[in-house]
Nanobody, 115 residues
Framework: QVQLVESGGGLVQPGGSLRLSCVGSRSDFIFPVMGWYRQAPGKQRELVATITIGGVSNYADSVKGRFTISRVTAKNMVYLQMNSLKPEDTAVYYC?????????WGQGTQVTVSS
């Protein structure tokens, strides 16, 4: 069984920064792709960023230049550094990990950007 555990969410003012962390419970294999998605109230879950085992990253246009994804591959850990946060970044952020045809999800961590 695979578990992903996120941490680092919270309340931040516009223009502020947060760093999200996620760790996978298994160490006997490496996820080829890990990433972050988010879901705002009343909206569908959307991609924020992904990163491959080789370090190739992909970002949603709305976060390019503000967010940075990174990973510690050997430990199945992934991070999301979020800078210049905007109120529209408010959402529940989910860690994801892909293995073959399966995608695993964390429980989500709330990020609220408000003054």
């Amino acid at each position: 069984q695979v578990q992903l555990v996120e941490s680092g969410g919270g309340l931040v003012q516009p223009g502020g920064s947060l760093r999200l962390s996620c760790v996978g419970s298994r160490s006997d294999f490496i996820f080829p792709v890990m990433g972050w998605y988010r879901q705002a109230p009343g909206k569908q879950r959307e991609l924020v960023a992904t990163i491959t085992i080789g370090g190739v990253s992909n970002y949603a246009d709305s976060v390019k230049g503000r967010f940075t994804i990174s990973r510690v591959t050997a430990k199945n850990m992934v991070y999301l550094q979020m800078n210049s946060l905007k109120p529209e970044d408010t959402a529940v952020y989910y860690c994801s990990a892909r293995l073959s045809t399966q995608t695993f999800w964390g429980q989500g961590t709330q990020v609220t950007v408000s003054s």
